[in-house]
């Protein structure tokens, strides 16, 4: 009799060991998906199209209609379940991630804006599709689409303006409690194809940090600033390449404070606000100022912001021989009067 008393509670304990293993082996999330009945047909219920279309996800078949309700408000009677005939239901996606690989991965952003098509592969070769607040992680390679831009906000406050058909991996982002006493924050990224606009954040603004932008042409450091940098066939900036294509050619403009480009071969220029610089193979360049940045490198805002930082500087150069010029002409006239 106590042999079964005992045998008992230790049984109910394996068992709740096991269900607590089992369920903490993987969690989902269901998301809203790019795939729509464009037309819904008098008759259709929400139960039909999840038992079509979910066959196999019997247990989530609850959550997956109260999901559908939540996102697609148009679709149904007001505080029913009861389609509209003719509406848009747009279907959802279930993502399933093991709970080991959540707690090994290391958040360091978020989607703030998307427009267009983009995707992240992670560390462990897995394809999802991106949508606004969807999280970021190091490791992660985000891509876009030809048409797509895609504004991420790191952690540490940087921001991340990622254009069409663009690649970059978040190799390295490490931020530590206090940037300024210590050199453990760090921030490196791969530009594999496209192009990019970078604003730095606390990581950037560190002396003490390790900041690297790396594009197989050359590698970006900086120290607090604003850029513009992109893969391009050649001087063809409409036409973007990876970075291990024969003819990718690194473009870069400044729009605010500095940034350095070195090779490989720690050959190193130094870029400062308003200027424009190429790398190719081993050649770095600063362009002159009447070379002018190639279409398809600046989108309407940053060549705007970047065309105001050089004539406000060369006005400031020549207005003193302007007032000079315009002097002379005033006692010209006066004598010629006499």
Known sequence: MNRKI???????IL????????????????VPSSRVITRVIPGMTVNDIIRKIYPQEKKLWPEIKEKLIAINPDSFHPYSDK??????????????IHQEEVSSKRKVGYIVRQEGQASVKDQNGDIQGL??????????????AKDANLYILMDDGAEIYLKGDSAIKISEYVITSDNDNDNGSSSILDLIRGGLRKITGAIGASAMSNYRVQTGLATIGIRGTEYVIKLCKQDDCNQTVGRNDPDAKLHAVVLEGIITLTTEEETQILMA?????????????????????PQGMLNEDESTRFNVTIPTKQ???????????G??????GLLLLL
């Open 6 to 12: 005992i045998l008992i509670p230790i049984f109910a």
């Open 15 to 30: 068992i709740g060991c096991f269900s607590q293993v089992t369920f903490a082996a993987t969690v989902h999330e269901i």
């Open 83 to 96: 389609l509209v005939p003719g509406s848009r239901l747009k279907l959802v996606d279930i993502k399933r």
């Open 131 to 144: 949508e606004i607040n969807s999280q970021i992680y190091e490791g992660d390679r985000i891509t876009t």
């Open 273 to 293: 606000i308003g200027e424009y610089g190429t790398a190719s193979g081993e050649v770095l360049v600063i362009e002159e100022e009447d070379v002018p940045v």
């Open 315 to 325: 006005l400031e150069e020549k207005q003193p021989e302007e007032e000079s010029s």
């Open 327 to 332: 002097n002379w002409a005033w006692l010209l």
